[in-house]
């Protein structure tokens, strides 16, 4: 059984560059969940798919958006990069999304925007 | 004021201490989940659960569904359980609201 995993690990930007975070979910999940967790903060919720539908989203603005793959595996892009989005994003994966699944989670990947 | 309140926000033990974690929710829940997060960023989930108490080798989590309160504890620490550890609520669905988290250092 393959675990979540994340593309790039390190990811320097500059300010209004574009950027594609990439998350391959766990076998046989169908549900992945991208979290933005700033530095001494908690993760934010950004948005989750769910067999390629887009279900839920947190409070982001349009140039955060996401794509869900036949496979299940998730791209989170984000474009017009300020500082602000220098952060740690997460992907998480979990079958279905009724609030009693476990989620497992990528090792994250950590953008720097300069 | 937050949805997801942790305390403390740091904690110092000795190596064999008793550590106590709280965490307190203003959402109904489906389910709250304890989280381990080591330096570098990977999480880990530890537990998750809907009511009473679950134990996995020296951690214990349990919760009060109606006092809307979690606590973790971690029996005999080790340098080892040294992390920042999360608690998170999913409302009624998988998305979590997280707490700020609880940096644990555990000395030998």
């Known amino acids: 059984e393959t675990g979540v995993t994340q593309s790039p690990t390190h990811l320097i930007k500059t300010r209004g560059q574009q950027v594609t975070l990439r998350c391959s979910s766990q076998?046989?999940?169908?549900?992945v969940s991208w979290y933005q967790q700033a530095l001494g903060q908690g993760p934010q919720f950004i948005f989750q798919?769910?067999?390629?539908?887009?279900?839920g989203r947190g409070n982001f603005p349009p140039r955060f958006s996401g794509l869900q793959f036949p496979n299940y595996s998730s791209e989170l892009n984000v474009n017009a990069l300020e500082l602000d989005d220098s952060a740690l994003y997460l992907c998480a994966s979990s079958l279905g999304f009724s609030g009693y699944n476990e989620q497992f989670f990528g090792p994250g990947t950590r953008l720097t925007v300069l | 004021k937050n949805e997801v309140e942790q305390s403390p926000q740091n904690l110092t033990a000795q190596e064999g201490e008793f550590i106590t974690i709280n965490c307190s929710y203003s959402v109904g829940i489906s389910a709250l989940h304890w989280l381990q997060q080591h330096p570098g960023g990977g999480i880990v989930s530890l537990f998750m659960?809907?009511?009473g108490k679950k134990k996995h080798g020296r951690l214990i989590a349990t919760i009060n569904i109606q006092e809307k309160h979690s606590s973790l504890h971690i029996t005999a620490s080790h340098p080892r359980d040294s992390a920042v550890y999360i608690c998170?609520?999913?409302?009624?669905?998988?998305?979590?609201?997280f707490g700020t988290g609880t940096r644990l250092q555990v000395f030998p």
């Open positions: 659960l809907s009511s």
């Open positions: 798919y769910y067999r390629e539908e887009e279900n």
């Open positions: 998170a609520v999913s409302p009624n669905t998988d998305k979590l609201i």
């Open positions: 076998s046989g999940h169908n549900t």
